[in-house]
């Protein structure tokens, strides 16, 4: 694996910041389900990662060798 730079925390904890780009139906969902679930953003996206099933070589199971980086499979030919 590449040698990734350090990322630099947030202020007085060890957590970083992730940010990306979704639509506006997308956000209302995500929305929806945290609020329906009583937890924050940050901790639904945690949980997501923590149970994120992998191949033996640490891929994302889920993830079609053919899907780049920013196409999720169901998404082929959407606008970002």
Not at 22 to 41: F, H, I, M, P, T
């Amino acid at each position: 694996m590449t040698e990734r730079r350090k990322p630099k925390p947030g202020v007085g904890t060890d957590l970083v910041v992730i940010r990306t780009y979704v639509s506006v139906a997308e956000w209302n969902d995500v929305k929806d389900r945290v609020e329906k679930a009583g937890v924050s953003l940050s901790s639904y996206v945690r949980g997501l990662f923590a149970r994120d099933e992998l191949t033996a070589g640490g891929v994302p199971v889920w993830l079609s060798p053919a899907a780049t980086a920013d196409e999720l499979p169901g998404m082929e030919g959407s606008a970002a």
